[in-house]
């Protein structure tokens, strides 16, 4: 985990982002995951306890892992009171509209969490990238950022800020996985494809987005992907470690004997299971 006061240097320019010791193997990874799950599940809890609305915004480059750090985060917790949002692009009504607001209506309410996988950063970065907005909107949006995000604070949400790092030699392996395997092919677009011709590209326009929207109210945080379960666990952990004391009691449940023999599911005429 990079510390948030590192955000705004560049990976391309210093010293590799990746000091990723050998692979996790997956029964230590799903080992140190379930602990992991406990105490997301303790936060939930606490979440629910205090009214409090938690936003996680994931960010990086295609490959980098943005979805299955999410599924990790998602994955043992109730699906009414977590969610996860990835926007297609924007409709022509969208693109008249107030820049965020089409983020907006997915922010938590009491309870409640919500996790980006990209967000308003687009912006920054694959629109920028690809030539989706102009110089112009870019700047205005690093300028708004801020002070946007300064508001979800102030108004009492927590707000977390990932990027996750991935070297290019790891991303056109990812890549190549992808294509071989046919149940992992949907995961490729045609845009991904080209924005692999712009890594140097991406990291320029990555550098200027975190120098500009990493705040003390809303810092960035850089975490190593290039081993995706090292990674997952490390931002889950960073992400507990920053929530606040959130242990609440748990609530006894009483499951009283049934009082009679268990009945058989019977079914009429002309239905019968498959």
């Known amino acids: 985990m990079s510390k948030g006061k590192k955000a705004g240097k560049g990976d391309s320019k210093d010293q590799p982002a990746s ?37 996680v915004l994931v960010e990086g480059r295609d490959t980098a892992g943005k979805g299955g750090v999410i599924s990790a985060i998602a994955g043992s917790l109730n699906p009414r009171t977590t ?55 870019t700047d205005a949006f690093l300028k708004a950022a801020p002070v946007f995000e300064q508001m979800l604070v102030d108004d009492g949400i927590l707000l977390f800020k990932y990027w996750l790092t991935v070297d290019q030699a790891r991303q056109e392996e990812r890549i190549a996985e992808r294509l071989a395997d046919p149940l992992k092919r949907w995961k490729l677009s045609p845009i991904d494809l080209q924005a692999r011709e712009r890594y140097a590209d991406y990291g320029r326009t990555r550098d200027r987005m975190l120098k500009a929207t990493h705040t003390a109210a809303a ?19 960073h992400l507990l470690d920053a929530i606040p004391e959130h242990r609440v009691p748990e609530q006894g449940i009483d499951v009283p004997p049934l009082g009679h023999e268990p009945l058989v599911e019977r079914l009429k005429a002309p239905f019968k299971p498959i």
């Open 219 to 237: 810092p960035w945080q850089l975490v190593d992907f290039n081993d995706q379960r090292r990674g997952r666990l490390a931002l889950i952990r």
């Open 83 to 137: 969610r996860s949002v990835a926007l297609p692009k924007p409709t022509d009504r969208e693109r008249t509209q107030w820049y965020f607001q089409r983020y907006v209506q997915h922010l938590p309410a009491a309870g409640e969490i919500v996790l980006f996988d990209r967000s308003w950063y687009n912006r920054a970065g694959v629109e920028r990238v690809m030539g989706y907005c102009t110089e112009a909107e």
């Open 19 to 55: 000091k990723t010791p050998g692979k996790i193997g997956k029964a230590e990874y799903l080992e140190k995951l379930g602990e992991l799950e406990l105490q997301l599940n303790q936060v939930a809890r606490w979440l629910q306890h205090t009214g409090k609305r938690l936003v």
